[in-house]
T-cell receptor
Framework: GQSLEQPSEVTAVEGAIVQINCTYQTSGFYGLSWYQQHDGGAPTFLSY????GLEETGRFSSFLSRSDSYGYLLLQELQMKDSASYFCAVPSNTDKLIFGTGTRLQVFP | DAGVIQSPRHEVTEMGQEVTLRCKPI?????LFWYRQTMMRGLELLIY????????DSGMPEDRFSAKMPNASFSTLKIQPSEPRDSAVYFC??????????FGPGTRLTVT
């Protein structure tokens, strides 16, 4: 089977750096994706890692270690608008995405 | 492109009524997914289609739920009869690969 684990909640202050971790168990591995969802909104794609290492996109970076079945999303220079839920997700061998339970990030002024 | 379009955005209905949710995927996307999201159960995949063909409906909770995709630009999710426990936000998403899905704005369903 496949499962993903994330912390349920993370808090931080504006301007800080926060890391949201994700560990996964999969029968096959095709990469790790991250999605952001604001309250009342829809999930939106942030990033995808197929290979080990760090991928940077502006203030957001995503890291993958396939040997550790682990990845994280790094958010820098936090802003109030970053308050949202963040989901890691892995594609299955049947092309569907398996989503984690989500991490709720609260950014305080 | 306008993105994934869902209708209605909000639906309030009484228990026992039929509910039909509609989705128009992004043009050119081969995959269409229906999800349900609640606080208790998180984001659940109900069913997905590839090239209009249902591939995996193992997430459909029971026979009251059915989904169709008659063509590449339209899909429906139907609940008949609806029950209060079906109250949730239903998302439709489309994609052209297995990594990046584009979600519609969702339909917030309330069954009283």
């Amino acid at each position: 089977g496949q499962s993903l684990e994330q912390p349920s909640e993370v808090t931080a202050v504006e301007g800080a750096i926060v890391q949201i971790n994700c560990t996964y168990q999969t029968s096959g591995f095709y990469g790790l994706s991250w999605y952001q969802q604001h309250d009342g909104g829809a999930p939106t794609f942030l990033s995808y890692n197929a290979l080990d290492g760090l991928e940077e996109t502006g203030r957001f970076s995503s890291f993958l270690s396939r040997s550790d079945s682990y990845g994280y999303l790094l958010l820098q220079e936090l802003q109030m608008k970053d308050s949202a839920s963040y989901f890691c997700a892995v594609p299955s061998n049947t092309d569907k995405l398996i989503f984690g339970t989500g991490t709720r990030l609260q950014v305080f002024p | 492109d306008a993105g994934v379009i869902q209708s209605p955005r909000h639906e309030v209905t009484e228990m026992g009524q039929e509910v039909t949710l509609r989705c128009k995927p992004i043009s050119g996307h081969d995959y269409l997914f229906w999800y349900r999201q609640t606080m208790m159960r998180g984001l659940e995949l109900l069913i997905y289609f590839n090239n209009n063909v249902p591939i995996d409906d193992s997430g459909m909770p029971e026979d009251r739920f059915s989904a169709k995709m008659p063509n590449a630009s339209f899909s429906t999710l139907k609940i008949q009869p609806s029950e209060p426990r079906d109250s949730a936000v239903y998302f439709c998403a489309s994609s052209s690969d297995r990594y990046e899905q584009y979600f519609g704005p969702g339909t917030r369903l309330t069954v009283t």
